[in-house]
């Protein structure tokens, strides 16, 4: 039985990897500036959507690296991290 995948963006998640940076929860969230732990709740929450999430309760999240920049254009406040693109 093959795990069901669930991806947020309309193209197969094969296609998503050839044309798009992915980035793990790490990265994501040295990018805004907040703990991985934050990240994977923004995720379950809906305020940054994964292009991927693993099977498991516990699966892996994958973020579009595009995604990640036009979450960040919507962050105001003081402790906003500028990223350079």
């Not at 991985?36 to 693993?54: D, F, H, I, N, Q």
């Not at 099977?55 to 579009?64: R, S």
Request: glycine residues 8%; proline residues 7%; charged residues 20%.
């Amino acid at each position: 039985m093959t795990p069901e995948l669930h991806i947020s963006h309309v193209c197969p998640i094969v296609s998503c990897m050839d044309t798009q940076e992915l980035l793990g929860v790490a990265e994501t969230a040295a990018l805004v500036g907040r703990s991985p732990r934050t990240v994977s709740w923004y995720a379950e929450t809906g305020k940054l959507v994964p292009v991927y999430k693993g099977p498991a309760a516990n699966g892996k999240y994958l973020f579009a690296r595009a995604d990640i920049d036009a979450f960040l254009a919507t962050q105001t406040g003081p402790d906003r991290k500028e990223t350079a693109a």
